[in-house]
């Protein structure tokens, strides 16, 4: 046997509860409620199971013939397999991995997978004469050469074309980033430009999808300065850089140029997700004349405390970084693709199973969708930046804690962070949970606000246009004691967070408005290429 097994065992044994009593009666209910399905099926008395509310069986044909039996003693199972995964009753953290994998375990299992068990693809393919077989048969033979399965339309988009849209032009460039300044959208810009640091995981475009839900054309319109860094896709010779090199060559590099070329000390710094921490890392040790030209800073779903890392921490532990260490001595890259592939594995129906049936066992070429277009448009990450983010930040938590770090030559100490911040989390958000951003506004000395939208780690904060939005958030809450006693206290408002946050910079970096230059960069920061860029094509699909 594995030396796993034994420690589960060792595991069950140590934590006082009685995971063998718990099992044997999940297994008792699990043969009671098995016998009682025969029994009805056995009289002939299959209307009596009840239709599922699961809604992969929400279709009449899994109510009909042996199908009802099927899909019900599959329920029956995978709940008998879950129960008994969750009553293990071993340490959290191996209890989580145990009961998250039983889940995937269970949902891997579901007769919708099959065609031999998946009464609506069988139908379809009577129907159709078997073309739903062989248009299914060719979907998955084109998914099997590129490497992963489709979730959208791929033809249907172009980055430049019908993404990342918005006139600007790539005003510097290194061998890290691109940056970004857009075309002015109104007569009087705010002399305060708005600098984005976007996850170095993800492509930029997300704040620029198209002309409905982006954000970065929304603060044109409104009046806004708008630059971004664009990160490149790093390949296997670009493996040894780490964080050093992303917050000097990147944050540093971009916030020089973007003083520069707006003559402003007073840049509003705007991150997303790793970009914040990033960011967050960035501004601790900035130098003070560097530091200088920042006005506000905005963390949007960023973690600086990583101690509930969300529905990840199933991921992260010694054992597997070391087997995924193993790899990186290989690949010099995380793959963006397995980053994908992990994160899919969060909601497996939905991100995976649900696309396998539709496109393989029905036939169906999956429908456009801009935002999984981006999601599968997936970025790699240097070995080095890697391993030094998930051991020093996910594994020990050292972001937090004062001088635990060193990043290019100075100690961490978050409280160096004084200019005004404003964070912003999500309720949905599955990736970085609301309650551990609510922990950041501790953890800077300078003044805070706290915002909590509706939605999830996209779809609450970066798509969330003020014109066609069903999200609500929380501000103002008067009881910081916890962040579900802020919750109570806050108040609930109808709409986007966008004009709230335009609201707060106004209030905490105020400037002038004048006319716009004529023209995108400076002598210095001369103009090099077009928007989206040239960084974003890189390792394209």
Same mark, same amino acid.
């Given at each position: 046997?594995?030396?796993?097994?034994?420690?589960?065992?060792?595991?069950?044994?140590?934590?006082?509860?009685?995971?063998?009593?718990?099992?044997?009666?999940?297994?008792? /209910?699990?043969?009671?409620?098995?016998?009682?399905?025969?029994?009805?099926?056995?009289?002939?008395?299959?209307?009596?199971?009840?239709?599922?509310?699961?809604?992969?069986?929400?279709?009449?044909?899994?109510?009909?013939?042996?199908?009802?039996?099927?899909?019900?003693?599959?329920?029956?199972?995978?709940?008998?397999?879950?129960?008994?995964?969750?009553?293990?009753?071993?340490?959290?953290?191996?209890?989580?991995?145990?009961?998250?994998?039983?889940?995937?375990?269970?949902?891997?299992?579901?007769?919708?997978?099959?065609?031999? /068990?998946?009464?609506?693809?069988?139908?379809?393919?009577?129907?159709?004469?078997?073309?739903?077989?062989?248009?299914?048969?060719?979907?998955?033979?084109?998914?099997?050469?590129?490497?992963?399965?489709?979730? /959208?339309?791929?033809?249907?988009?172009?980055?430049?074309?019908?993404?990342?849209?918005?006139?600007?032009?790539?005003?510097?460039?290194?061998?890290?980033?691109?940056?970004?300044?857009?075309?002015?959208?109104?007569?009087?810009?705010?002399?305060?430009?708005?600098?984005?640091?976007?996850?170095?995981?993800?492509?930029?475009?997300?704040?620029?999808?198209?002309?409905?839900?982006?954000?970065?054309?929304?603060?044109?319109?409104?009046?806004?300065?708008?630059?971004?860094?664009?990160?490149?896709?790093?390949?296997?010779?670009?493996?040894?850089?780490?964080?050093?090199?992303?917050?000097?060559?990147?944050?540093?590099?971009?916030?020089?140029?973007?003083?520069?070329?707006?003559?402003?000390?007073?840049?509003?710094?705007?991150?997303?997700?790793?970009?914040?921490?990033?960011?967050?890392?960035?501004?601790?040790?900035?130098?003070?004349?560097?530091?200088?030209?920042?006005?506000?800073?905005?963390?949007?779903?960023?973690?600086?405390?990583?101690?509930?890392?969300?529905?990840?921490?199933?991921?992260?532990?010694?054992?597997?970084?070391?087997?995924?260490?193993?790899?990186?001595?290989?690949?010099?890259?995380?793959?963006?693709?397995?980053?994908?592939?992990?994160?899919?594995?969060?909601?497996?129906?939905?991100?995976?199973?649900?696309?396998?049936?539709?496109?393989?066992?029905?036939?169906?070429?999956?429908?456009?969708?801009?935002?999984?277009?981006?999601?599968?448009?997936?970025?790699?990450?240097?070995?080095?930046?890697?391993?030094?983010?998930?051991?020093?930040?996910?594994?020990?938590?050292?972001?937090?804690?004062?001088?635990?770090?060193?990043?290019?030559? /100075?100690?961490?100490?978050?409280?160096?962070?004084?200019?005004?911040?404003?964070?912003?989390?999500?309720?949905?958000?599955?990736?970085?949970?609301?309650?551990?951003?609510?922990?950041?506004?501790?953890?800077?000395?300078?003044?805070?606000?706290?915002?909590?939208?509706?939605?999830?780690?996209?779809?609450?904060?970066?798509?969330?246009?003020?014109?066609?939005?069903?999200?609500?958030?929380?501000?103002?809450?008067?009881?910081?004691?916890?962040?579900?006693?802020?919750?109570?206290?806050?108040?609930?408002?109808?709409?986007?967070?966008?004009?709230?946050?335009?609201?707060?910079?106004?209030?905490?970096?105020?400037?002038?408005?004048?006319?716009?230059?004529?023209?995108?960069?400076?002598?210095?920061?001369?103009?090099?290429?077009?928007?989206?860029?040239?960084?974003?094509?890189?390792?394209?699909?």
């Amino acid at each position: 046997m594995s030396k796993d097994f034994f420690k589960m065992l060792e595991e069950m044994g140590k934590s006082g509860t009685n995971p063998m009593g718990a099992w044997a009666e999940t297994w008792m /209910t699990y043969q009671q409620d098995m016998a009682k399905l025969w029994m009805t099926t056995a009289l002939k008395a299959g209307d009596a199971i009840a239709p599922s509310k699961d809604h992969r069986f929400r279709d009449d044909a899994w109510n009909e013939g042996i199908f009802p039996l099927l899909r019900h003693s599959y329920e029956l199972t995978a709940k008998a397999m879950v129960d008994m995964a969750d009553n293990a009753g071993l340490s959290d953290h191996e209890q989580d991995k145990l009961s998250f994998y039983a889940r995937v375990a269970a949902d891997n299992m579901s007769p919708s997978n099959f065609l031999a /068990t998946n009464p609506e693809a069988q139908k379809l393919a009577q129907e159709t004469g078997g073309q739903s077989l062989i248009d299914g048969c060719q979907n998955m033979l084109a998914d099997l050469e590129k490497g992963y399965i489709s979730t /959208t339309d791929e033809n249907a988009f172009e980055v430049g074309k019908n993404l990342a849209t918005t006139p600007g032009s790539v005003v510097f460039r290194n061998d890290l980033i691109e940056l970004i300044q857009y075309t002015p959208m109104a007569a009087k810009t705010r002399k305060a430009p708005i600098l984005i640091v976007p996850p170095c995981v993800n492509k930029f475009y997300i704040f620029d999808l198209n002309e409905k839900k982006s954000m970065v054309r929304y603060l044109l319109e409104q009046g806004q300065s708008v630059y971004m860094i664009a990160w490149r896709n790093p390949m296997p010779e670009s493996g040894d850089k780490g964080w050093d090199d992303y917050v000097a060559g990147g944050v540093f590099e971009a916030l020089t140029a973007v003083s520069d070329i707006s003559k402003s000390d007073a840049v509003d710094m705007m991150s997303w997700c790793n970009g914040g921490t990033m960011l967050i890392a960035a501004l601790a040790v900035m130098p003070e004349d560097l530091k200088a030209k920042v006005g506000t800073a905005t963390f949007l779903s960023s973690m600086i405390d990583f101690s509930d890392p969300g529905q990840v921490k199933v991921f992260i532990d010694e054992p597997q970084v070391e087997a995924y260490n193993q790899r990186l001595k290989s690949e010099k890259v995380a793959l963006g693709r397995d980053i994908a592939n992990a994160m899919a594995m969060l909601h497996v129906n939905e991100s995976i199973w649900g696309f396998v049936v539709s496109n393989y066992l029905m036939g169906k070429a999956p429908a456009p969708f801009d935002v999984l277009y981006w999601n599968a448009d997936t970025q790699n990450l240097p070995a080095k930046w890697y391993s030094y983010y998930v051991e020093e930040m996910y594994l020990a938590n050292k972001l937090m804690q004062p001088g635990a770090l060193t990043i290019c030559g /100075t100690p961490v100490d978050t409280r160096n962070i004084d200019v005004p911040c404003y964070f912003l989390a999500a309720d949905g958000d599955h990736i970085v949970p609301w309650k551990t951003s609510f922990t950041a506004t501790d953890l800077v000395s300078g003044p805070t606000e706290f915002v909590l939208t509706t939605g999830g780690h996209v779809s609450g904060t970066i798509i969330n246009h003020p014109a066609k939005t069903r999200r609500k958030y929380w501000v103002a809450g008067s009881d910081n004691s916890s962040a579900e006693s802020w919750q109570s206290s806050a108040t609930l408002t109808d709409g986007s967070w966008w004009p709230h946050w335009l609201e707060w910079l106004d209030q905490n970096n105020q400037a002038e408005r004048a006319a716009p230059a004529k023209t995108l960069g400076n002598r210095k920061y001369k103009r090099l290429a077009d928007a989206p860029g040239t960084y974003v094509h890189e390792g394209e699909r």
